[in-house]
């Protein structure tokens, strides 16, 4: 079913989008300090730490699969139960291990929200409403990103950590109660698991259900993950990197300014997202991110570094939101759980390898070096796409 960008059902599931993204983020910057203050060692700290992205990794080419072969408002509500059931265990754990029980259920369900809300969005999208529509949501995980951690850190100070989650709770029930208003439960474009066995003869059966990824979405998986690994680098790091260099900076003002900006220019540009091809916005936003790191690479002051924010907003916070609706449009209708799959596969890795290559980085390196290196991504992110060859044409009509 097509709807106009503003239907009830898409500002519903635009909501819900806010609610399932709040809740894994507002425990993000907790979940460490809570481990710790439940006697675990600074070695499970850090396991505890990643491991939520890391079964999210994991899961996310079977909840692509789902995504395409069940309804999707089944799917999210699976996803939100999961992500409810983690957050209970975070308020009553009594020790790491069921901690870790619930990092793992958390990574679940969060896979199989980002993967079906994403999905489920774009198919209630006209074709031509894809960059725009996505656009718009991509501004609501954005905005989460931005909001649930100043949430989190604010309850906890006032509070203490099981309060927090409480807060995170509250945000995935929501989830669970904003669906049931949802009109267009988001069926299968083959009809289900039903209709597309009856459908399909035994090898194309046995093809569909060993796919992991789509090939036509990999060149984009790459890319956002080069555009992510310098963003989830700063994000893991900028606080240490002044504070090695002694710079009179307010890191606390970074990521709120990149998330105004952000919103600010997806809603700005929404209209183009529609009618330029995707090497246009390659091109701005790797110039753009190059200039964000350039300027972290010299910063002194604030106004240098909101500067940088603002770069940044304009390379990876709009090439996110072009990647994913190009992997859409990539695909065939009923393949496009499995390319947002693909497409949050890259993204996964640019979060996970983004703090890994800054943490060598900072160790193996002069502080001095930690940027320069880093603008290495967006040279690569162009031979990406230029040796996707063929897919390249695909790629500049994003048909």
Known sequence: ?????????????????FFYMTSPMLVTPLITGFTESICASAALMGLVGGLMNLVSLFCRPVAGNLADRISKYKLSFIGAVFMTAACVGYIFAPNEIVVIIARIING???????????????????????????????????LAMAVAPAIGVSAYQAFGYRVSFVIALVFSTAVIVVIQFIGDKGEPENGGMEGADAAEPAAEKKK???????????????????????????????VTYAEVRGLDVSVSLFFPAYAVVLIVLRLSLRNLFDKL???????????????AILLLTVMKNNAVMLLASCFLAGGYGIMSSVCQSTAILLAGKEKRGLANSTYYIGLDLGMTLGPVIGGALYGGLDIGWFYPVLMATMPLAGVVYIAAGRGRKSLSKKS
């Open 208 to 238: 569909r259900r060993l796919e992991l990824i789509d090939v036509r979405v990999v060149p984009i998986a790459l890319i956002i993950m080069l555009f992510a690994i310098p963003y989830c680098a700063t994000q893991s790091f900028l």
């Open 108 to 142: 679940f369900g969060f896979a199989c929200c980002s993967v079906c809300m994403a999905t489920w969005m774009s198919n209630m999208l006209p074709k031509e409403k894809i960059g725009s529509g996505m656009g718009f949501y991509g501004t609501m995980n954005a």
């Open 277 to 291: 091809p995707f090497y246009v916005f390659l091109i701005a936003s790797a110039l753009s991110e190059l200039l």
């Open 1 to 17: 079913m097509r709807q106009k960008v503003y239907s009830k059902d898409i500002i519903l599931v635009l909501a819900a989008t």
